[in-house]
């Protein structure tokens, strides 16, 4: 089993910036990937920004490229979610993600998710 802690979120205005973290706990060696997702009302989960576990390699959403950044601390098992240059668009829930291997099939774990309002 994973288990995901997420904090950071809030109110902030336009071309503002906001950090999301997201701590792991539990198996931790079996995680395969790390990634944050959001949810708009009345949307449909998307992906945000993704890291690979093992290797750091990152993917992101075209719409927050060049504004998002995800890392990672291995030392402290979390990631962040650096946002910059936010817009009003990107006001939803953030939910973060861990993808784990056990009992021999991949799963999906996810965080309790934060609200990020962006807005003036």
């Known amino acids: 089993q994973v288990h995901l802690v997420e904090s950071g979120g809030g109110l902030v205005q336009p071309g503002g910036s906001l950090r999301l973290s997201c701590a792991a706990s539990?198996?931790?060696?079996?995680?395969?990937?790390m990634g944050w997702y959001r949810q708009a009302p009345g949307k449909e989960r998307e992906a945000v920004a993704t890291i690979s576990w093992s290797d750091a390699d990152t993917t992101y959403a075209d719409s927050v490229k060049g504004r998002f950044t995800i890392s990672r601390d291995n030392a402290k098992n979390t990631i962040y979610l650096q946002m910059n240059s936010m817009k009003p668009e990107d006001t939803a829930v953030y939910y973060c993600n861990a993808r784990w291997y056990g009992f021999g099939r991949m799963t999906d774990q996810w965080g309790q998710g934060t609200q990020v309002t962006v807005s003036s």
């Open positions: 539990g198996n931790i060696f079996s995680i395969r990937t």
